[in-house]
């Protein structure tokens, strides 16, 4: 439940000191409440249109949306977000108006199922056109040829779960090896090993792909089957080697490259 807004709270402590104290307190009260209200004027945003589209609907895990959007922020990456039925009402053309759409972990059933065709069509010959695409999880899985309405950036490829998924494992921390770089823990939960499409940025334990790039017309791919955007507080009674920051950090270079058409250092 929200609380008070902060100039509610400033109002009533004002009158609480006015009725008491009066005098030199209430000017010192005055000072406060202005400086408060000057400082919560400073919070800055992204300058510019809106660059990244994050898509927020039927399927997507409000927890990750939460955890990528806190990575976007934090990286004063401009964007905005659309549900499904934004997204259904969104012509090829206006999704070009951005540079990258990411669609997050959550159910890739419900995700699919949640858009027509049509939205998805228009999805896909945005992307074509050049729109950029990062897929985490859920998304990666969408962003195949998905039985459950799925974009097929593929080219026909489907993606299957890690295989630890076969063991009954449904949540871990996964070691995953980029390219060039030192093995991350990453935070992994039901989701796909990438095999049979694009070029390998990163591999699980048993060689599969756990982040692929790769292009489908004029549009630049990267799809994810970890969390690397995953908080702390996902990591309760698990062990991870890699501190958060770092694996955080690994999101962000991931957006960045999916923004900017990067290519990243792959196998």
Partial sequence: MAG???QNSLRRKLLRLIKFDGG?????ALCLAAYALIACGRVEKPAG????????????SPNDVSAIEEILRSKRFAYSTADSAQLERMTSAELRAYRLLIVPGGNF???????TSAATANIRHAV?????????CAGAFFAGDSPYNGLNLTSGTR???????????????????????PPLDQYWEDGPQLSGWGAAVARYPDGTPAVVQGTFGDGWIILSGVHAEAPENWRKEMKFNTPV?????YAASLIEAALNRIELPHY
């Fill in 24 to 28: 030199v307190r209430v000017a010192a």
């Fill in 159 to 181: 993606f299957g779960f890690y295989g630890i998924e076969r063991q009954g494992v449904r949540k871990a921390a996964v070691p995953i090896a980029p390219a060039g770089s």
């Fill in 4 to 6: 008070p807004s902060p």
């Fill in 128 to 136: 074509e056109d050049g729109l950029n695409y990062l897929g985490i």
């Fill in 49 to 60: 249109p809106p660059s990244i589209l994050l898509f927020n609907g039927t399927g997507t």
């Fill in 245 to 249: 920051s770092v694996d955080n950090a």
């Fill in 109 to 115: 059933e419900q995700i699919g199922q949640g858009l």
